[in-house]
């Protein structure tokens, strides 16, 4: 199982963009997916995350009302969307997604099946 993570960038306090990891190598029936980010000088942190229904989500507090997590099942892709960008957001972004549905031990990043590369989100005040 792959994780390909894409749509990072340079954004203007503000404004927004689009994160995609695209999963390859298995089809997703179950777990929990989502997305942790790390920033300079900081532990890295899950920021959002869903489960497969899609009637499950976790927004960490300094994202919650701005950032939007999401899945497109027939494209097995999850999405993040982040609006209301500020240049606290400034980390690099990384998807994940573990098997078995175990949210609350993925959140903590106590169970994570599956990395994919950073990819970098720079918001400039």
């Known amino acids: 199982v792959q994780l390909q993570a894409s749509g990072g960038g340079l954004a203007q306090a503000g404004g927004s963009l689009r994160l995609s990891c695209d999963v390859s190598?298995?089809?997703?029936?179950?777990?929990?997916m989502g997305w942790f980010r790390r920033a300079p000088g900081k532990e890295r942190e899950c920021v959002a995350a869903?489960?497969?229904?899609?009637?499950?989500?976790y927004y960490a507090d300094s994202v919650r009302g701005r950032f939007t997590i999401s899945r497109e099942k027939a494209k097995n892709t999850f999405v993040l969307q982040l609006n209301s960008l500020k240049p606290e957001d400034t980390a690099t972004y990384y998807c994940?997604?573990?098997?078995?549905?175990?949210?609350?031990?993925?959140?903590?990043?106590?169970?994570?099946?599956?990395w994919g590369r950073g990819t970098l989100v720079t918001v400039s005040s």
């Open positions: 994940a997604y573990e098997r078995r549905g175990w949210m609350i031990a993925f959140i903590g990043e106590k169970r994570v099946d599956y």
């Open positions: 190598g298995a089809t997703l029936t179950s777990g929990t």
């Open positions: 869903i489960n497969w229904s899609g009637d499950g989500t």
